[in-house]
């Protein structure tokens, strides 16, 4: 079902980069059908507003929405009907993300030198709105992943969209969640018309400033064109893990952890690197027999089949370089001294050390934000923190004397660029002080 290939004889230079761009060109596919139904979303709910969201969430949601807000009272109202002992652990799950979030606060700095004052202030975005998926599954998790950090930074305002089921209804536990982490605003409201909804504002709907939260290939698709109207965290594309194992780790929980992610959706990247024959034979069996007993085995095993890979390297230098190309959303590191190659891993948006630390526990409780740069986007892209919700502004305060001082120097860079005018701005102000004194 895994397709294993062993890489210990490939000598070639360009092996490693074929392999990535196999992996990549399987999951970034971007039709253009998508982008046109995108395109024709976005801009009807720009010009029609709350009307063309209506249709579109009975359209989509089997739902003709009368109201596309829920009141505090529906949002409080789920805390009654969730389990005392899954709200507990909600609770500690905020815990744990706000002590681990709140340690990436920062403060703006001044500094004066003869007669220069600059600096840089940090100040929160106003207005966010967070995007929490629907369909297959509840997220709750991920609203709490995107509201803590909104929170911890300040910002005045956060919306939470997510989509209705037929009668209107939004996901006890999401609502839930909504509460417990005070969340200003949720709204019924699902897929691209919901971008639109946040990027331009409808009656029912307030404009955002940034726009936070994954989707599918339909919301993906719409952050990206708004992109400029409106912030974006990032573009969040099919999820992926990748294990390097060697032969200390144990082939059961390398299966589960590959299925965890395969589960996800049809398109996940589910990789392994091993070092031998025996590791890979064995988590290959392991995968058959605990798939046949997961509820999603359906989507795990097309995920498994369509992008699962299991690959023999023959040394740890090599995995390595393999995991830094691929640069996965989520790298464990099943080998008997993680944290000996952890310098070594400079491409992955989280990393899990050691047999047992699953993905699992950073998706949900740990604390470190389980939203991250999928598609090799962690070469250069970060996870969410609370600076995706702030933003940094300079200043700059000169003084007569540090003007008089500065201002040919800056004549001259203006000139060299062929910029008259700039350097007139300071040429009337240096003549100027020159009259004066």
């Known amino acids: 079902m895994i397709r294993i290939i062993d890489l210990r004889d490939n000598t070639s230079p360009d092996l490693i980069q074929s392999i990535v761009s196999s992996i990549r060109s399987s999951t970034t596919a971007l039709s253009s059908d998508v982008t046109a139904s995108v395109m024709q979303i976005l801009t009807d709910v720009k010009n029609r507003g709350d009307k063309a969201l209506a249709e579109y969430t009975e359209r989509f949601d089997g739902y003709?929405?009368?109201?596309?807000?829920?009141?505090?009272?529906?949002?409080?109202?789920?805390?009654?009907?969730?389990?005392?002992?899954?709200?507990?652990?909600?609770?500690?799950?905020?815990e744990n993300i706000e002590r681990f979030h709140t340690q990436q606060l920062k403060k703006g700095y001044t500094i004066e030198k003869d007669g220069v004052v600059m600096g840089q202030r940090i100040t929160p975005i106003e207005n966010v709105g967070i995007y929490i998926p629907g369909g297959t599954a509840s997220y709750p998790s991920t609203?709490?992943?995107?509201?803590?950090p909104a929170k911890i930074a300040g910002v005045k305002n956060i919306?939470?969209?997510?989509?209705?089921?037929?009668?209107?209804?939004?996901?006890?536990?999401?609502?839930?969640?909504?509460?417990?982490?005070?969340?200003?605003?949720?709204?019924?409201?699902?897929?691209?018309q919901a971008i639109a909804a946040f990027s331009y504002g409808t009656k029912s709907v307030p404009k955002m400033d940034l726009i936070a939260g994954p989707g599918n290939i339909y919301v993906a698709t719409a952050k990206r064109l708004v992109f400029g109207e409106v912030g974006i965290d990032m573009i969040a594309g099919p999820s992926d893990v990748l294990i390097i194992a060697d032969d200390y780790a144990n082939p059961t929980f390398i299966a589960a952890d590959l299925l965890a992610q395969a589960e996800?959706?049809?398109?996940?990247?589910?990789?392994?690197?091993?070092?031998?024959?025996?590791?890979?034979?064995?988590?290959?069996?392991?995968?058959?027999?605990?798939?046949a007993n997961l509820e999603r085995s359906s989507i795990a095993?097309?995920?498994?089949?369509?992008?699962?890979?299991?690959?023999?390297?023959k040394d740890m230098e090599q995995a390595i370089r393999l995991a830094n190309e691929i640069a996965p959303e989520h790298l464990e590191l099943l080998v008997e001294n993680p944290f000996e190659i952890l310098d070594s891993i400079v491409n992955a948006g989280s990393v899990f050390l050691g047999p047992y630390t699953p993905e699992a526990v950073g998706d949900y409780f740990a604390g470190?934000?389980?939203?991250?740069?999928?598609?090799?986007?962690?070469?250069?892209?970060s996870s969410l923190t609370v600076d995706s919700f702030v933003k940094k502004?300079?200043?700059?305060?000169?003084?007569?004397?540090?003007?008089?001082?500065?201002a040919n120097s800056v004549e001259r860079f203006a000139m060299l660029e062929?910029?008259?005018?700039?350097?007139?701005?300071?040429?009337?102000?240096r003549e100027a002080l020159c009259l004066d004194s």
């Not at 959706?265 to 290959?284: K, M, P, R, T």
């Not at 700059?396 to 001082?405: D, I, T, V």
Request: charged share 20%; glycine share 6%.
């Open 264 to 291: 996800h959706d049809e398109n996940s990247g589910s990789i392994l690197i091993a070092f031998s024959e025996d590791i890979a034979q064995a988590v290959s069996k392991q995968i058959e027999m605990q798939l």
């Open 418 to 429: 062929g910029l008259s005018a700039h350097a007139n701005s300071v040429k009337v102000r």
């Open 159 to 192: 919306c939470i969209a997510t989509p209705p089921d037929s009668s209107g209804n939004i996901s006890d536990y999401i609502l839930a969640a909504a509460a417990i982490a005070s969340v200003h605003r949720v709204f019924r409201i699902g897929g691209a």
């Open 393 to 406: 502004s300079s200043f700059l305060s000169y003084s007569r004397e540090a003007l008089q001082r500065d």
């Open 368 to 381: 470190p934000n389980h939203t991250l740069p999928t598609l090799g986007t962690a070469r250069f892209a």
């Open 301 to 313: 095993g097309e995920s498994i089949a369509a992008n699962g890979r299991i690959y023999i390297v």
């Open 64 to 94: 003709k929405p009368e109201s596309f807000e829920l009141s505090k009272e529906e949002i409080n109202a789920a805390l009654g009907r969730v389990d005392e002992d899954i709200l507990d652990i909600m609770r500690e799950a905020v």
């Open 143 to 148: 609203l709490l992943m995107n509201v803590i």
